[in-house]
């Protein structure tokens, strides 16, 4: 399975940003799609996951301002980001899982920078 990630950019406080990840490769292996993020100088972190059945998951610091979504005719899954803040920067990345929570393949990230 490949990831590729895209969307990126510098946004200002409160402003929105989509990112975007393709997969290809063996997708009817996936079970969910997700999207971690680690800033500077911390561990990576979980950011949300949309399951095959469409059930979302989102970590709290997220929730109400981020939105999961996958378009499973293009093989794409998008991050809405929205209200974002300084502390949401960080390299996002876009994750695979063949099984339940097991996220084995990792696209190769994108930037996201939020100027306060």
């Known amino acids: 399975v490949q990831l590729q990630a895209s969307g990126g950019g510098l946004v200002q406080a409160g402003g929105s940003l989509r990112l975007s990840c393709a997969a290809s490769?063996?997708?009817?292996?996936?079970?969910?799609m997700g999207w971690y993020r680690q800033a500077p100088g911390k561990q990576r972190e979980f950011v949300a996951r949309?399951?095959?059945?469409?059930?979302?998951n989102y970590a709290d610091s997220v929730k109400g301002r981020f939105t999961i979504a996958g378009d499973n005719a293009k093989n794409v899954v998008y991050l809405q980001m929205n209200s974002v803040k300084p502390e949401d920067t960080a390299v996002y990345y876009c994750?695979?899982?063949?099984?339940?929570?097991?996220?084995?393949?990792w696209g190769q990230g994108t930037q996201v920078t939020v100027s306060s």
């Open positions: 949309i399951t095959g059945g469409g059930t979302t």
């Open positions: 490769g063996s997708i009817a292996s996936i079970k969910d």
């Open positions: 994750a695979a899982a063949p099984a339940t929570w097991m996220f084995n393949y």
